[in-house]
């Protein structure tokens, strides 16, 4: 029986930071993950696909202030579902047909997915992650006045709106998603860490202005279909202590105790490796059997135990 395995890409699966985001640009490089996964499945894994979408949202969020004048910009929310369904029918279509290139027939699927939060969240008090374009101060005084948004200055760049990025809870697809993988088939869901909902009280979702962080969620996506394996996939080959630095150290394990102690000293940063760190920690803790960082180049070797870094109970 093949093992069930949720693959988390990284956004440069998608697009490099030196690049303009142009549909050939990010199929080529949707084209070549593809050719990942079905590496992937032919080690006898069923796989399950997640995914970044920062820049593709922030593209969003630029254009709908470029056509204030002609069109009326969308809610947060509904620009996640957007890049949600972009993304997914790149995916779904290039992975569809690399499939079948490798004759290989397994349907493939896109979910658009909603993530439940708590409306008590504290990020809702505290919002903190950079969404959308620079402005200059007086321009984001303006947003600040006109919308209610928060703005917060980056160091050399400008101004930036800032949402909450409250913790996931639960998948509102979940039972059809989990249905759709016992049945093999390749369900892409989840993207961008879900479209950010809150109930009601009469049971009523309803959207929010926030972003939930694609690799926690990752980890709720894995524990739902009951993956053995959760592989992140990020833009280094390992995680590493004092990273960048001259006594950086790269790490072939990590056990869940130690995980927590450099969480708790602050040895990983808030907007890159401390997420996925949490959320292999979060799916060995809630039974998964093996959790990998690394990158997608490394993907299959990892798998094997001979590259990036695997986290242990111990």
């Not at 996640?80 to 349907?107: C, F, H, T, V």
């Amino acid at each position: 029986m093949s093992k069930k395995i949720l693959i988390a890409l990284g956004g440069n699966a998608l697009l490099q930071t030196s690049e303009k985001g142009t549909a050939e640009e990010q199929l080529a490089h949707v084209h070549e993950t593809c050719k990942h996964l079905i590496e992937i499945i032919n080690q006898g894994y069923s796989i399950s696909v997640t995914h970044g979408n920062g820049p593709q949202v922030g593209d969003i969020l630029l254009k709908n202030e470029l056509a204030l004048d002609r069109f009326p910009p969308m809610p947060l929310d509904i620009c996640g579902a957007e890049s949600q369904g972009m993304i997914g029918y790149m995916i779904e279509r290039s992975l569809d047909n690399s499939l079948k290139g490798a004759g290989l027939k397994i349907p493939v699927i896109t979910i658009l997915t909603q993530t439940l939060v708590s409306r008590n969240d504290p990020a809702f008090k505290n919002p903190s992650k950079p969404i959308g374009p620079y402005y200059t101060q007086a321009k984001a005084q303006a947003q600040e006045k006109e919308h209610g948004w928060v703005m917060k200055e980056e160091t050399g760049k400008g101004f930036r709106r800032v949402v909450p990025s409250p913790q996931p809870i639960a998948l509102i697809e979940a039972p059809a998603i989990k249905e759709l993988s016992d049945e093999k088939m390749i369900v892409i869901a989840a993207g961008g860490g879900g479209i950010p909902v809150i109930q009601a009280a009469d049971g009523t979702l309803l959207g929010v202005e926030a972003v939930i962080d694609k690799d926690h969620t990752a980890a709720l996506f894995a524990k739902d279909i009951g993956a053995q394996v959760l592989l992140i996939l990020t833009d280094v080959e390992q995680v590493a202590l004092n990273f960048k630095k001259p006594d950086q150290k790269n790490l072939n394990t990590l056990s869940v105790s130690d995980a927590k102690k450099y969480i708790a000293r602050g040895e990983f940063g808030s907007g890159s490796m401390l997420p996925k760190v949490e959320s292999a920690v979060s799916f060995i803790e809630g039974g998964g059997q093996k959790a990998i960082i690394t990158s997608l180049s490394q993907a299959t070797n990892a798998l094997n135990d001979k590259a990036g870094t695997r986290l242990v109970r111990s």
